[in-house]
């Protein structure tokens, strides 16, 4: 079959479809041209969602708001005349049933009582004798009749028609008449009484409700037009105006009517909005205060690193001050020591030393910790080495009465205004293996003790030593003397140790002397540092992931009886 030529010359006019043109070629493309070769065909610029050029400037100039505003009204209005018409019908409901529930029984009390009045063994054959009762009731407005029967089913009286009619109008409520004495019933008496009143009243109740909803409706809508113009549209348009002007590069703000607040959705966007604007024309601004916070960061981290370092410094010569662990060994006494600051320095102070066959034993606790308790601590250390070798002071009473002045000197607590307010709990033992007798004087720091009798608690002064005291009131205290027996052992130890809290989610509570002490009990036939380790154990155990609270610090001595006189003139 052949083909026509002209026949498909004339084919783009019968209607079949054009020929494409191609994105190479053809001269230049309209924009609609362009979106169809490129597949957008669907996307026209009249899509929904779509912004047009110069979509803001409209938008600013209050067509689109307009808009806004009567499509909020149109889907608002039937909701809220709804609900309001749908309110007041059912108040209406619950009046008028509330209503028919009270003439029901009224309509029962009404013959319960009239019942009860005519109730008399001769009534049904004297009916004449209660007609006044009977017609007592035909007084209420709405009465509608009354019908008496005897027992045998029989009318007695009647009063008042039955309605044709409907049903609903009409209540009927019904007694039994009952002659005191008997069992049996001697009647029935029934009322009628009508709500056609209260259907009348039920219909204005509705009628008014309806002219209160529309009233309300139009009070209604007229508030939320004014409301929204003035809250919504205007604060919108300035927003779009501020828009307009950035879209520009012109850096313009939002200007608010008033204080910004924080409950309005429009202000909170409308902050937001100059935040962005803010942003962007302070962005040198923003980078120059990142590098200023890097530096400051680099500073605090150099700054950060000599402070640790200085500490760490600290404790070395603090580490240096304390005495050495073996310097009462070979004095026929068994010493451990535990000495943990909180920090790399404390306010925790332990002295040893053997002085003329004694050995003297201290623990001080200082006020605070970290630096400022190892300042007091340095104070502490320079004044016992005074007091022991330049004034020879072998009693611990003596020894804390002068630690207390030299303390107060030292502070300058002794005039009136003194600014430093701090001292330290302190407790001093003083074992003489020639006369196997313990000499002990606390100052706020008691003595432990375990012995064949049990444990004990050894307690000195309550006060401590240092802080200011008005007056001339010095510190005094006495000596207790303790006879020591083969295999005692004694611990002088600071609040740190006690102060241990349980864990979270555990009984929230301090360690306290009590459990510190049963510890020591526990592991009392151990050796003195093995005792130590365990006791750290047990700490560590108890506080789980709470952290210390205060530096700790304990000593345990044991004093070790010769066991021949060669090995007691050796430890002399």
Not at 46 to 51: K, L, Q, R, V, W
């Amino acid at each position: 079959m052949t083909s026509d030529p002209g026949a498909e010359v004339a084919s783009p006019a019968m209607g079949s479809p054009p020929r494409k043109r191609s994105l190479r070629g053809g001269g230049p493309l309209s924009g609609d041209d362009f979106r169809e070769l490129a597949g957008f065909a669907d996307a026209s610029a009249s899509a929904p969602g779509t912004m047009r050029p110069g979509a803001l400037r409209g938008s600013a100039q209050g067509r689109d708001l307009d808009s806004l505003a009567h499509t909020l009204f149109l889907r608002i209005y039937p909701v809220i005349a709804i609900v309001v018409l749908a309110t007041q019908i059912g108040i209406a409901w619950v009046n008028y049933t509330d209503s028919l529930r009270l003439y029901t029984e009224r309509a029962n009390l009404l013959v319960t009582l009239t019942a009860h009045s005519i109730a008399r063994p001769d009534w049904s054959e004297r009916p004449d004798v209660f007609t006044a009762q009977i017609q007592a009731l035909t007084l209420d407005p709405a009465f509608q009749f009354v019908r008496a029967w005897n027992a045998a089913g029989g009318l007695v009286m009647s009063v008042g028609e039955i309605p044709a009619g409907r049903g609903l109008e009409l209540i009927r409520a019904s007694s039994t008449v009952t002659v005191a004495g008997r069992a049996e019933s001697a009647g029935r008496l029934t009322l009628g009484l009508s709500t056609e009143a209260l259907r009348r009243n039920a219909e204005q109740q509705t009628l008014l409700a309806l002219g209160a909803t529309l009233i309300l409706m139009l009070a209604f809508v007229l508030t939320l037009h004014a409301n929204v113009r003035k809250h919504v549209l205007a604060p919108l348009k300035r927003l779009l105006l501020a828009m307009r002007e950035v879209e520009h590069k012109r850096w313009s703000l939002v200007e608010f009517d008033g204080a910004v607040r924080a409950s309005n959705e429009i202000d909170v966007i409308s902050s937001a909005f100059n935040r962005m604007v803010e942003g962007l024309r302070a962005g040198d601004e923003a980078k120059q205060l990142l590098a200023e916070l890097e530096q400051a960061h680099a500073k605090l981290a150099d700054a950060n690193n000599q402070v640790m370092e200085s500490i760490g410094y600290a404790r070395r010569i603090q580490t240096s001050v304390l005495p050495d662990r073996a310097a009462l060994a070979g004095a026929g006494i068994d010493v451990a020591v535990l000495w943990e600051p909180l920090h790399q320095v404390g306010g925790d102070y332990f002295w040893l030393e053997r002085l003329d066959d004694l050995s003297i034993v201290a623990v001080a606790d200082c006020t605070g910790h970290g630096v400022p308790g190892a300042f007091i601590t340095l104070i502490v250390a320079t004044a016992l080495d005074r007091l022991l070798h330049e004034r020879g002071l072998r009693s611990p009473a003596e020894i804390l009465t002068a630690l207390d002045e030299m303390v107060r000197v030292q502070l300058r607590q002794d005039g009136r205004g003194a600014e430093s307010d701090d001292g330290l709990d302190c407790g001093v033992c003083i074992w003489d293996p020639a006369a196997r007798r313990l000499s002990f004087a606390g100052a706020g720091l008691a003595l432990t003790s375990i012995t064949e009798a049990g444990l004990a608690r050894i307690k000195g002064a309550r006060h401590g030593l240092g802080y200011p005291r008005h007056g001339s009131t010095r510190f005094t205290t006495e000596d207790i003397i303790l006879d020591v027996a083969p295999g005692d052992t004694f611990y002088l130890m600071t609040d740190g140790l006690t102060d241990q809290m349980a864990p979270p989610g555990a009984q929230r509570r301090l360690l306290g002397h009590r459990g510190v002490s049963d510890i020591l009990v526990r592991s009392r036939d151990e050796e003195l540092r093995r005792q130590i380790s365990i006791l750290e154990a047990e700490l560590v155990a108890y506080r789980g992931l709470e952290s210390r609270r205060d530096d700790m610090t304990l000593v345990a001595f044991r004093p070790i009886r010769p066991t021949s006189p060669d090995a007691a003139e050796d430890n002399r």
